[in-house]
Nanobody
Framework: QVRLVESGGGLVQAGGSLRLSCAAS????????MGWYRQAPGKQRELVAV???????NYADSVKGRFTISRDNAKNTLYLQMNSLKPADTAVYYC??????????????WGQGTQVTVSS
């Protein structure tokens, strides 16, 4: 059973920082591509950052230079360090695991989300 549990969200003033964590079951983090998505009220879900299985990372243009995605394979945990937060970053943040059990098959797993609110 794949389980992803986000934590670390909260209320912070503009310019502040938060670190989100995603605790995963099994060896999900170490063996698969992982990502953070967010969804703000009235907007569609968007990709924030991805940590590819090979070690590379990608970021949305809106967060480049401010957010850092990382993983601790020993703890099977994914992180998102968020600095210089802006009110526009306010959203529910979701952890994603993309599992490819075999060629031609892709499974996406999601956490329950954690609320991040940035005040002006």
């Amino acid at each position: 059973q794949v389980r992803l549990v986000e934590s670390g969200g909260g209320l912070v003033q503009a310019g502040g920082s938060l670190r989100l964590s995603c605790a995963a079951s099994g060896s999900i983090v170490s063996s698969n591509s992982m990502g953070w998505y967010r969804q703000a009220p009235g907007k569609q879900r968007e990709l924030v950052a991805v940590s590819n299985n090979g070690g590379s990372t990608n970021y949305a243009d809106s967060v480049k230079g401010r957010f850092t995605i990382s993983r601790d394979n020993a703890k099977n945990t994914l992180y998102l360090q968020m600095n210089s937060l802006k009110p526009a970053d306010t959203a529910v943040y979701y952890c994603n695991a993309r599992v490819i059990p075999k060629a031609g098959i892709t499974w996406d797993y999601w956490g329950q989300g954690t609320q991040v609110t940035v005040s002006s």
